[in-house]
């Protein structure tokens, strides 16, 4: 599997290109958006990662100018911009992904097979369920009830890692690893915010509560959750 990295940052790039190196993918890094439309327009690729704040041309016209070109490949924006109105303009242009920077490695590589898997075409049934919820992966949409929940970027791989994981005590050393790429540190409670964050907004007013805590092990995510 070959993929294209679009980035200008020279350690997020060579970071990059590295952990997908390491992951046994082939990997082409561009500076700029100029060189990564010319990459992608002639070179064969299974996938391309795009920053939007490109020099010389940004991500949405290079994207715009692979899909101009018949390049369908799967598409994953990688930005600081975490704005709704920019990932809308993304997956409107044809995007299938977006991740905000600063991210974890683990959940970047886990979005990566999981585009390469579909093929690069994202699927509006896309969802992963439990009870009342709905998490929508690819417009990155949160409802419960039908309600729409507005959760930060960490929050958002939280829920869908328990959610992926259902029904598994997921300890707080794996949590750490998968959503803040970190060796867990029991000094630290950033964990134990996150997780009461997230409950506050996609439980505490809802029936069944969904996550739970198994003392001195870690999280789980069950629809019958007490």
Do not use: C
Request: net charge negative; glycine share 8%; no cysteine.
């Amino acid at each position: 599997m070959k993929i294209l990295v679009v980035e200008d940052e020279p350690k997020t790039g060579e970071y990059l290109k590295q952990g997908l190196i390491e992951a046994g993918f082939v990997v082409d890094l561009a500076r700029d958006g100029i060189d990564g439309l010319h990459l992608g327009e002639t070179g064969e690729y299974d996938l391309a990662i795009l920053d939007v704040m490109l020099p010389k041309l940004d991500g949405w016209h290079v994207l715009a100018g692979l899909r101009r070109a018949g390049r369908d490949i799967p598409v994953l924006f990688l930005t600081a911009r975490d704005q709704v109105e920019d990932r809308v303009k993304g997956l409107e242009l044809g995007a299938d992904d977006y991740l905000v920077k600063p991210f974890a490695f683990a959940e970047l590589l886990a979005r990566v097979r999981t585009l390469l898997r579909r093929g690069g075409r994202a699927k509006e049934a896309d969802l992963l369920r439990a009870a009342d919820l709905e998490l929508d992966l690819p417009r990155r949409r949160v409802t419960r009830g039908g309600q729409r929940i507005d959760l930060t970027a960490k929050e958002f791989a939280l829920l869908e890692l328990l959610l992926r994981r259902r029904g598994e005590v997921l300890p707080r050393s794996l949590i750490a690893s998968q959503v803040w790429d970190m060796n867990f540190d029991s000094d630290t409670n950033v964990i134990e915010v996150a997780v009461r964050r997230l409950r506050a907004k996609m439980d505490d007013a809802f029936e069944p509560k969904l996550i739970r805590t198994v003392r001195g092990m870690g999280y789980v995510l069950e629809d019958d959750a007490g």
